[in-house]
């Protein structure tokens, strides 16, 4: 009509720049407030402060400036296509559409859409995995129903064994000792050379010296020897505890055979005075998941390391408690006491960090190839409306229906697999590639991009249901009439 009154084409695209730029614009605000909204979250989750407000008028302007583009890049091929536009056939009842370019365009970008979103899925998939199984593996110890909490460097070893003291004597508590270091947490940690029978050097990881039932209270298992209940007299022989790699190493056929023998060490370890073994454990696995299992060599002494461990009948209750205690003692400490697996956590951090900022962008681009979907799912409809009345006219039932409309969507589906998911399993294992202990995601992180396509497909089903909904519902006469 506008045509046919004599609108040219600036007339024309105006309209449709004005239209869009009004779209735009309150999608920009909304930005803005969401923005402003999430900075505290986002600035956690970065760990990074921004100086500048989100609403300062630098990021105002910009945010206006890019609706006005994203509003004309728009309009463009909305006026390219108005131009084609007859208006004595329009006027006739005769319909246009965008043409099959334009349409193949909408497809290709729905179908990047949903590659982004298969990708950001299985990459948010793997990292919470491999963070589950590192959480779930074995590391030789127990750390359910154990707390831990750092002594401050001012904390002697008179006021170490004072709190030990008090642990012991609660209800709540079934054992409580110290270290220099909660296990698992990877904080503090040496290695010097020792030799064995063999006279062969090797390596092992030192710096967890421990007081008595340290070994108890973590559950770790005794293969061979005995200590005091004291440590005194491992004390006295200067004693120390190997796992059964280091055992191995040191050239002792089995855990018994290292009891009672003298070993070799450096001058910088214990100013060069052998050691005596006393107890073989377990291997335990103190590194961080990244790192290979280091053999260790454990120290017993009486007192003085600053990291109080505590087993716990009620975790919640010894924690006030314990908090409680050691503020009041050392009113400077702030003590925070968590459970061990909060601290084995630490590890984890920084891949956690990443995999929280990747789910959360996976599902932004799972909502927006949604929303992408769901028009080109209306799109289709009103092209095929007509079709499928016919369809439905000679005898087309609604799995016939349904099975159209099927197949127009899971080509974009399967098109945006074809493109994302090798790129998504070459990210993925790139990522597994950095840790020794691996989540078992299947060659070629198989059941991590099948669990991404079940999720597409689900997101798929969800955005075209309503749809569906409307096709099987359309009634001939009204469809045929237009």
């Known amino acids: 009509l506008r045509k046919s009154l004599g609108a040219d084409a600036l007339s024309l695209g105006l309209q449709f720049f004005v239209e869009a730029l009004a779209v735009a614009g309150l999608a920009g605000l909304l930005g803005l407030l969401l923005a402003w909204w999430a900075e505290p979250a986002v600035s956690v989750l970065m760990q990074h402060s921004f100086d500048a407000p989100v609403l300062s008028p630098a990021s105002v302007a910009l945010t206006g400036l890019l609706c006005v583009l994203i509003a004309a890049l728009s309009a463009l091929p909305l006026t390219h296509i108005a131009l084609r536009v007859r208006p004595a056939e329009s006027l006739a009842g005769r319909s246009h559409s965008e043409g099959r370019a334009s349409r193949w365009l909408r497809r290709v970008m729905t179908t990047l859409q949903f590659g982004a979103a298969a990708l950001f899925a299985a990459m948010a998939l793997t990292v919470a995995w491999q963070a589950r199984h590192v959480a779930d593996m074995p590391r030789g110890f127990a750390a359910d129903e154990r707390l831990a909490v750092d002594l401050p460097p001012e904390a002697v070893a008179a006021q170490t064994q004072s709190i030990l003291a008090r642990l012991h004597t609660w209800p709540d508590v079934i054992a409580a000792a110290a ?40 559950g770790v298992r005794l293969l061979a020897g005995r200590l005091t209940p004291d440590h005194r007299a491992e004390v006295a022989q200067n004693a120390a505890v190997l796992d059964r790699s280091a055992a191995a190493l040191l050239g002792f056929a089995n855990p018994e055979a290292a009891i009672g023998q003298a070993v070799q060490v450096n001058p910088d370890y214990r100013n060069g005075q052998p050691v005596t073994i006393v107890g073989v454990i377990d291997d335990l696995r103190f590194d961080r998941p990244r790192l290979p299992r280091s053999p260790s060599i454990l120290t017993p002494v009486v007192e003085g390391p600053g990291v109080i461990s505590v087993h716990s009948r009620d975790p919640a209750l010894t924690r006030r408690k314990l908090a409680d205690l050691i503020n009041g003692m050392l009113p400077a400490a702030q003590a925070q006491v968590l459970p061990v697996r909060e601290h084995q956590a630490t590890t ?87 840790f020794v202990e691996r989540a078992p995601v299947g060659p070629g992180s198989l059941w991590v991009l099948l669990a991404a396509v079940l999720l597409l497909a689900l997101v798929t089903a969800l955005a075209v249901a309503r749809h569906l909904r409307t096709a099987l519902a359309l009634r001939p006469l009204q469809a045929l009439r237009g």
């Open 179 to 218: 270290s220099h270091d909660v296990p698992g947490r990877d904080l503090r940690k040496w290695y010097s050379q020792f030799s064995g029978p063999s006279g062969q050097p090797v390596n092992l990881r030192t710096g967890l010296d421990f007081t008595p039932g340290w070994l108890e209270l973590y």
């Open 348 to 434: 984890m951090a920084e891949d956690t960090r990443i995999g929280t900022l990747i789910g959360v962008t996976g599902a932004l681009a799972l909502l927006l190839a949604a929303v992408g979907l769901y028009a080109l799912a209306a799109y289709t409809l009103r092209l095929r409306e007509r079709e499928i009345v016919l369809r439905k006219l000679h005898g087309a039932g609604p799995g016939a229906v349904a099975w159209l409309l099927t197949l127009e969507f899971a080509g974009v589906l399967l098109a945006a697999c074809v493109v994302a998911l090798p790129v998504a399993a070459a990210i993925t294992q790139g990522y597994l590639s950095g």
